[in-house]
C-alpha cells in the first residue's frame, strides 16, 4: 500500500520559510514522478494548483508561475522523502499543501490548461496546511 505523509506545514510570517516532508512508504520516490497541489482554504477542488513537480525520467523540476524562483522541490531516495522548500513567502502561500506521487513509473509532469499535474492517476497525501499571515 502506498502512503504518503506530509508534514513541516504550521504559522508563519510573511517573507518567512518553512521547508515541507513528505515520507514515502510503498513505492520509491527515486522511481516515480512526484510533486506537491495546494488547495486554498475554502476553495474547491478543482481549484487546487500544481505547484511543483519533478520528472522520473530526466529530473527535471517544474514550477507553477506563482512559485517559481521562491519554492525548490528535491527529493532524497535514501530517506524516500520529497521536500518543497519554500521561501519568501506571502500570505497567498496560505493553502492546504498535498504531496503527490505517480500512479506508475511512466507518468510524468504535465502542463494541462488547467496547470502543472501529474499524469494519470497519482497517489495523494493528507495534506498539511501553511499559514501565512502578515
Known amino acids: 500500500e502506498v502512503q504518503l505523509v506530509e508534514s513541516g506545514g504550521g504559522l508563519v510570517q510573511s517573507g518567512g520559510s518553512l521547508r515541507l516532508s513528505c515520507a514515502a512508504s510503498?513505492?520509491?520516490?527515486?522511481?516515480?514522478?512526484v510533486g506537491w497541489v495546494r488547495q486554498a482554504p475554502g476553495a474547491k477542488p478543482a481549484e487546487r494548483e500544481g505547484?511543483?513537480?519533478?520528472?522520473?525520467?530526466?529530473?527535471?523540476?517544474y514550477y507553477a508561475d506563482s512559485v517559481k524562483g521562491r519554492f525548490t522541490i528535491s527529493k532524497d531516495s535514501a530517506k524516500n522523502t520529497v521536500y518543497l522548500q519554500m521561501n519568501s513567502l506571502k500570505t497567498e502561500d496560505t493553502a492546504f499543501y498535498y504531496c503527490?506521487?505517480?500512479?506508475?513509473?511512466?507518468?510524468?509532469?504535465?502542463?494541462?490548461?488547467?496547470?502543472?499535474?501529474?499524469?494519470?492517476?497519482?497517489?495523494w497525501g493528507k495534506g498539511t496546511l501553511v499559514t501565512v499571515f502578515s
Open positions: 503527490v506521487a505517480s500512479g506508475t513509473r511512466h507518468d510524468q509532469c504535465i502542463m494541462t490548461s488547467t496547470g502543472l499535474r501529474v499524469s494519470g492517476a497519482p497517489y
Open positions: 510503498g513505492l520509491t520516490v527515486g522511481d516515480y514522478t
Open positions: 505547484i511543483s513537480c519533478i520528472s522520473s525520467i530526466d529530473g527535471i523540476t
